[in-house]
């Protein structure tokens, strides 16, 4: 952790040290921070609770905190507000959205599952408060094989909105599923090529996959889950070097957790810094500071959305 001065100490509402006035107000306000593991580091470092999707959601759920500062995407935000109506939820950048979120408009959802009327809706919690309204139940990657398994054999289901973790479920359970066809701009980034020389240059390393992955990179992974499993499965492996593939945001916590284990970043198809979510990265310490001092912006839903929504989300966590 370090004091942030950079250039932002020009501006009279940032304070020299924004760790120690990001603490004070935490206090001063009754807040709690919830960061995405995909966040910048310095985030991650200030954050109360840092996780993936299923642990963020029972944290916000459980939190006894009067206002959320949620340091993830909208979604995220959103369904801290869908869990906790009475509290301020605040996102430091609206515009911090998810390509996934976006791949599954609601209108044409609705007409797609108006076309399947007999199918369980089960969808990926990386999605929307109105197609949260439309489903039945909410999964994570955490968790999404186990809810899958718990749905008798005879009942059709919609899995959207992310075709990859769909097809891993699928292939985990035995079951067949209608998908949605969503997918993650980050996860369908990776080379399969390029992963191939880089296990080729480190023949020692383990190659580690999230499951929002497509099938020609999850081929190659000797361990696929989500995040949070990624981030355990080094911590407990005698194994000392990985290649990971999912957003690099998890790899500040893998090397505070592992400083002796050696953690290389699975590469996109272009050269670029493509495996990082640049919707996550909308998200910065200053932003942060701003949003609690001034409590905005501030994250709302229409109470019928909201209603509709939280159903499905506590079908989830009553089945995890």
Same mark, same amino acid.
């Given at each position: ?8 100490? !020009? ?12 603490? $004070? ?22 954050? $109360? ?37 009475? !509290?301020?939820? &605040? ?13 599954? /408009?609601?209108?044409?959802? @609705?007409?797609? %599952? @108006? ?16 197609? !949260? ?31 990859? &973790? ?51 990179? &999850? ?11 990624? &981030? ?25 957790? @592992?400083? $002796? %284990?050696?953690?290389? /970043?699975?590469? /996109? ?8 979510? /640049? ?13 609690? !001092? ?9 109470? $019928? ?16």
């Amino acid at each position: 952790m370090f004091t942030a001065t950079l250039s932002y100490q !020009k501006s009279a509402e940032l304070p020299l040290d924004l760790f120690a006035a990001i603490q $004070d107000l935490k206090q001063e306000m009754n807040a709690i921070v919830l960061a995405h593991y995909y966040q910048d580091p310095d985030i991650q470092d200030i954050a $109360d609770y840092l996780g993936d999707s299923l642990g963020l959601s029972q944290q916000a759920a459980a939190t006894e905190a009067d206002v959320i500062v949620f340091a993830g995407v909208h979604f995220m935000a959103e369904t801290a507000k869908i869990l906790n109506p009475d !509290k301020l939820v &605040l996102l430091p950048d609206l515009d911090a959205g998810c390509s996934l979120a976006d791949s599954c /408009p609601a209108d044409a959802f @609705a007409a797609f %599952k @108006a076309a399947h009327p007999n199918h369980l809706v089960i969808s990926y919690i990386n999605c929307t408060a109105e197609i !949260k309204a439309m489903s039945d139940i909410i999964c994570t990657s955490s968790n999404a094989v186990k809810i899958v398994q718990q749905i008798p054999p005879d009942q059709p289901i919609i899995f959207a909105p992310d075709r990859n &973790l769909g097809r891993y479920v699928m292939t985990q359970t035995g079951r067949d599923m209608l998908l949605w066809q969503g997918s993650c701009m980050v996860h369908e980034t990776f080379s399969e090529k390029k992963l191939v020389q880089l296990q080729i240059q480190h023949p020692e390393a383990e190659i580690i996959a999230h499951p929002e992955c497509e099938p020609p990179i &999850l081929r190659h992974a000797s361990y696929i889950g989500s995040t949070t499993a990624l &981030l355990n499965y080094c911590q407990r492996s005698s194994r000392n070097s990985f290649i990971v593939a999912t957003e690099s945001g998890i790899i500040h916590q893998m090397q505070k957790s @592992a400083p $002796d %284990k050696q953690f290389i /970043p699975a590469p /996109p198809q272009a050269n670029c810094a493509c495996n990082e979510c /640049p919707h996550m990265r909308l998200n910065t310490l200053e932003k942060l500071y701003l949003a609690m !001092k001034h409590r905005t912006p501030e994250i709302t839903l229409p109470e $019928d959305i909201r209603l509709a929504a939280l159903r499905p989300m506590q079908r989830m966590l009553a089945m995890s």
